[in-house]
C-alpha cells in the first residue's frame, strides 16, 4: 500500500536512474465490522437495501464528527469530501452534493440527525462517523443509517477504521471507499490504485545528450484521481512506457539514460534498478509490459535487425523471441492476457499496424485480431477486452475490441487526438492521453458509455499512463458487472 510520505533514494545505474520519492507503505488500516441490529424486513428495504444490484442507494455524507482538535478536523473534512468522490467514481452509490447538504444542521449524534432534511434532498441514507485520535493515527467509527426506514436511523452497514495517519487522510478515504464497495456491492474499487505516466513538466534539458539537447521525461505518479502527483524518477534523462509490477510497488519502464534504450525495473524499496533485457547500443530494448505473476517481461527489441516482440525471465535469464521470421516489419507494444498465456501486440506485417495475438510460449503462429486503419497500444482487461488506440492520422481515438464477441466500438467522442488507453483493475475505466485540452493530458472515461470525462493531468505534457493493480494483490476478477456505469 502506497503512502504519502516518500524517501529520497539514490539509484545508480550509468548515469544514475533515480528514485527521487521511494513509497513507504502504509500503516495497515484495519476494518471491524459492527453488526447491524435484528430488524424485521419490510416490502420498501428490499428496494432500497445497499446490496441490491439493481438499485443505487442514495447516501448523503456529513462532515465526520471530529471533537474540538483542529488537526483532526480538517481530516474529518478532507475524508468526507474524498470519500464522497470515491463512491460518485463508480456510480454504485448516487452520493448526494455535499454542497447541497452543507446547510443541513451538523449532527454529534446519531439522535440528533434531521431526518426530515436528509430526506428533503433525497437521501436514503446517511453516513455518519465519529474520529477519535491516537498521536499520529486516528479510529473511525462509521454508520450508514437508513432515512427511511422504521424506525429512522436503523443502522444498514457498520465499520469501525483503525490506524489511520494523520498526515494521509485521504488514503483511509480510498480505503473506506474500497472497503464499502466490496461488502456492500462485491465490486472491486479502485480508490487506492494509482496512475503511471511520463511528464515533460519539470522541462529540464536531458543530461549527456549533447546530440539531442531535447526535453527530458521523468516518469510521474499520482492517485487515481489524480491527486498527489510526484515524480518517480529524476535523471535528466528520457524516461516513458511506465508499467506497474502486480502487487504495485515497483515499476518497470523505457529510460535512455545510458544514452540507448533500455528495460529498467525499480522497486519502491530503495534498491538499485536491474535491467533484465540486458541493452547495449546495438541491443535497443523498449515497451516493457510485466506478466501477472510478475516473474517475466515482454518488451520490443531491435537485437535482430528488426523489432520484435520479446520475453525475458525478471532475472534476465531465458531471453526468447516470440515473432522471429519477419525481417520486413517491427513488431512491439505487448500487453499480457489476465491469465498470462498469451500476448498481445502491434505489428505491420500485413502492411498497417494491427493488433495480434501469440501464445507467451511462442506455441503457434500469431492471430490477427484487427483490421483497422491503424491500430496500436493494446492493453488487456481483466473483463476480456483489449483497448487500443484507433488511427494513425493526427487525429486518434480509443477504440475496444470485445474478445468474445469479436466486435469493435469506439469509445472516445473524436474531440482532439485519443491514444495509448489503459484500463483499471476492474475494467470499468479507461485512462487515455488526449489533445482535447491543448497539450496531452491523462484523461479517464467510464466504460463502456465513455462517459464521466475526467480530467487527471494539466501541468506539461503527459503520456503513456499505467493503471496500477489493486493495493494487496486483489483478485480483479471477482469484479461484478451486473450493472454498467451510466
Not at 439493481?54 to 481530516?75: H, K, M, N, T, W
Not at 450508514?144 to 494521509?168: D, H, I, W
Request: proline share 8%; glycine share 8%.
Amino acid at each position: 500500500m502506497i503512502n504519502k510520505s516518500f524517501v529520497v533514494a539514490a539509484l545508480a545505474i550509468g548515469s544514475a536512474v533515480a528514485l527521487t520519492r521511494a513509497a513507504v507503505p502504509n500503516p495497515e488500516i484495519t476494518a471491524r465490522s459492527i453488526q447491524d441490529p435484528p430488524r424485521q424486513q419490510q416490502p420498501r428495504e428490499l428496494v432500497l437495501a445497499l446490496d441490491n444490484p439493481s438499485y443505487q442507494p442514495r447516501i448523503g455524507i456529513p462532515d465526520f464528527v471530529a471533537g474540538g482538535d483542529a488537526e483532526l478536523q480538517a481530516a474529518a473534512k478532507t475524508l468526507a469530501d474524498v470519500l464522497a468522490a470515491d463512491l460518485d467514481f463508480e456510480k454504485e452509490f448516487l452520493v448526494v452534493d455535499r454542497k447541497a447538504s452543507a446547510s443541513i444542521p451538523a449532527a454529534v449524534t446519531p439522535e440528533t440527525i434531521p431526518w426530515d432534511s436528509w430526506r428533503q434532498i433525497g437521501a436514503d441514507f446517511v453516513i455518519f462517523a465519529t474520529m477519535r485520535r491516537s498521536g499520529a493515527q486516528f479510529t473511525i467509527d462509521l454508520k450508514v443509517l437508513s432515512t427511511r426506514s422504521e424506525p429512522v436511523g436503523q443502522q444498514k452497514f457498520g465499520s469501525e477504521y483503525s490506524n489511520c495517519a494523520m498526515n494521509n487522510p485521504r488514503y483511509c478515504a480510498h480505503f473506506i471507499s474500497d472497503d464499502m464497495h466490496a461488502k456492500l456491492r462485491q465490486l472491486v474499487g479502485v480508490a487506492r490504485t494509482k496512475i503511471a505516466f511520463a511528464s515533460d513538466r519539470d522541462a529540464t534539458r536531458q543530461a549527456g545528450r549533447p546530440d539531442m539537447g531535447a526535453i527530458g521525461k521523468e516518469i510521474y505518479i499520482s492517485d487515481y484521481d489524480g491527486a498527489n502527483q510526484r515524480p518517480a524518477t529524476a535523471n535528466r534523462s528520457l524516461n516513458i512506457n511506465p508499467t506497474w509490477l502486480p502487487d504495485a510497488r515497483g515499476l518497470a519502464y523505457t529510460s535512455y539514460v545510458s544514452r540507448f534504450p533500455d528495460i529498467y525495473i525499480t522497486l519502491f524499496d530503495g534498491r538499485p534498478p536491474t535491467r533484465p533485457a540486458g541493452g547495449t547500443d546495438v541491443i535497443q530494448n523498449t515497451l516493457p509490459a510485466v506478466s501477472p505473476d510478475g516473474q517475466r517481461i515482454a518488451f520490443a527489441s531491435g537485437r535482430s535487425g528488426r523489432y520484435d516482440v520479446w520475453v525475458v525471465n525478471r532475472d534476465g535469464s531465458n531471453a526468447r523471441n516470440l515473432t522471429p521470421n519477419t525481417p520486413n516489419s517491427d513488431e512491439g507494444a505487448p500487453t499480457w492476457s489476465p491469465s498470462g498465456s498469451q500476448i498481445a501486440f502491434t505489428s505491420d506485417r500485413t502492411g498497417s499496424p494491427q493488433i495480434w495475438v501469440v501464445s507467451a510460449d511462442g506455441l503457434g503462429p500469431p492471430k490477427r485480431l484487427t483490421s483497422d486503419v491503424h491500430a496500436d497500444a493494446p492493453t488487456w482487461s481483466t473483463q476480456n477486452y483489449i483497448a487500443y488506440t484507433l488511427g494513425g492520422g493526427p487525429g486518434h481515438d480509443v477504440a475496444v475490441i470485445d474478445l468474445s464477441k469479436m466486435e469493435t466500438r469506439i469509445i472516445t467522442d473524436g474531440i482532439g487526438s485519443n491514444k495509448q488507453p489503459t484500463v483499471a483493475p476492474n475494467a470499468r475505466h479507461i485512462a487515455f492521453v488526449t489533445t482535447r485540452w491543448g497539450k496531452e493530458q491523462i484523461a479517464i472515461i467510464d466504460f463502456p458509455t465513455g462517459k464521466s470525462l475526467r480530467r487527471v493531468t494539466d501541468a506539461g505534457n503527459n503520456t503513456y499512463p499505467d493503471w496500477s493493480p489493486v493495493p494487496g494483490g486483489t483478485s480483479n476478477t471477482t469484479n461484478r458487472t451486473a450493472r454498467i456505469p451510466q
